[in-house]
């Protein structure tokens, strides 16, 4: 009885070494930063999210930026290893930048450095940034690399092409990005292409949209749209 008690009891102790094992770790991995209290860590070059199309073409000469996409993204990409207009201590140790902005704000920033960086490995790479960054050190394992989530942003660190990675990610636009992409979606396949010759319209899912001549076809929004301006649908749709 005894001896039974005294099993249980080593039981009960373990376990509570084990999950106070699980809590030091989670509070060693919790980050509470948000984007704007990130510090201006070397190894971004000035680069940080929220920051403008202007703020960020101040910090290279070699950044453009074209139209926005369908949700509002622009980006754009710089490549100062390979561009000889960049001066090799400007951008010391990297190889590519590219940058992602959302309604003229940068929501995703992505750096990959060299082989040759100062933290090649993704375990000193990790801890090294962590200092730069005063952020917690314990980055949970996500897929090839290290994911951190702060608030409001994430941190995720890999190896690229023999060397490391870091990319910083503005978790509220990134779910904006991917509602306004599935919105996207769902008007592109409501859109009729409507035949002014015939005055039918078809659906984006009728095969027989696509005899309409270019200089006949007009576009609705959906068949509301193209019922109230007088078409009706096709007969190869119905």
Known sequence: MRQRFTSNIKLILLILAALSACAAANAQSTCSLKPDQLPAAPELFGFHLGMTFEQAQALSALIRFGRPDVTGVVKTTINPHYDRGVEATSFAGVRTISFDFLDGRLVTLWIGYEKTFKWPKLDAFVAGLSKSLNVPAA?????????????????????????????????????????????????AEAQVVGDLNTKSYYPADCPAKDDVPPISRVIYKNKDEAETAGFKLAKECQ
Request: aromatic letters at 6%.
């Open 139 to 187: 980055w949970p394992a996500k897929r090839n690399g290290r994911e951190l989530t702060c608030d409001g942003f994430s941190l995720f660190a890999s190896i690229i092409a023999d060397g490391p990675s870091i990319r910083i990610t503005d978790d509220a636009a990134a779910n904006t990005i991917a509602e306004r992409r599935e919105a996207a979606v769902a008007a």
